[in-house]
């Protein structure tokens, strides 16, 4: 369920980062939200792919899951705030629905963006 090109790991008090502006769509548009990811200065490897939570998705109590349709618009009624041990349940059931392409993974305390859950067929 989770393909990813980075570690996925938080950033440990006191090591050095990077902080970028990010907006996880190509076009601008009133939804394409853009915020801050925090990168490491060291190198890492690359988290596994695979269907288990990242670990970056465990440190949290919870996040906001919320799907888009293939126009990169918000489907409404998909948002919710889900405990960190739901994320995969939900995400499952999100993807099932035809009108929801991928989802985003957010801090439910700030809205920063996480990870993009996609169907294994459409990653791009």
Same mark, same amino acid.
């Not at 060291?42 to 919320?66: M, N, Q, V, W």
């Not at 918000?74 to 405990?83: A, C, E, F, L």
């Given at each position: 369920? &989770?393909?990813? *090109?980075?570690? @996925?790991?938080?950033?440990?008090?006191?090591?050095?980062? +990077?902080?970028?502006?990010?907006?996880? &769509?190509?076009? @601008?548009?009133?939804?394409?939200?853009?915020?801050? +990811?925090? @990168?490491? =200065?060291?190198? =890492?490897?690359?988290?596994?792919?695979?269907?288990?939570?990242?670990? +970056?998705?465990?440190?949290?109590?919870?996040?906001?899951?919320?799907?888009?349709?293939?126009?990169?618009?918000?489907?409404? *009624?998909?948002?919710?705030?889900?405990?960190?041990?739901?994320?995969?349940?939900?995400?499952?059931?999100?993807?099932? #629905?035809?009108?929801?392409?991928?989802?985003?993974?957010?801090?439910? #305390?700030?809205?920063?963006?996480?990870?993009?859950?996609? #169907?294994?067929?459409?990653? #791009?």
């Amino acid at each position: 369920m &989770f393909h990813v *090109g980075t570690c @996925l790991q938080d950033v440990a008090d006191g090591e050095d980062y +990077i902080v970028l502006a990010y907006r996880p &769509f190509l076009d @601008l548009q009133p939804y394409a939200e853009t915020g801050p +990811i925090f @990168l490491h =200065c060291r190198p =890492c490897e690359r988290a596994i792919e695979g269907d288990d939570t990242p670990p +970056i998705l465990k440190t949290s109590p919870d996040y906001i899951l919320r799907g888009y349709g293939g126009d990169n618009r918000i489907v409404y *009624g998909t948002g919710q705030v889900t405990p960190s041990s739901e994320i995969a349940h939900y995400a499952q059931l999100m993807l099932k #629905r035809r009108d929801v392409a991928y989802i985003h993974v957010r801090s439910a #305390r700030n809205n920063c963006y996480q990870v993009r859950i996609e #169907r294994a067929d459409r990653r #791009r």
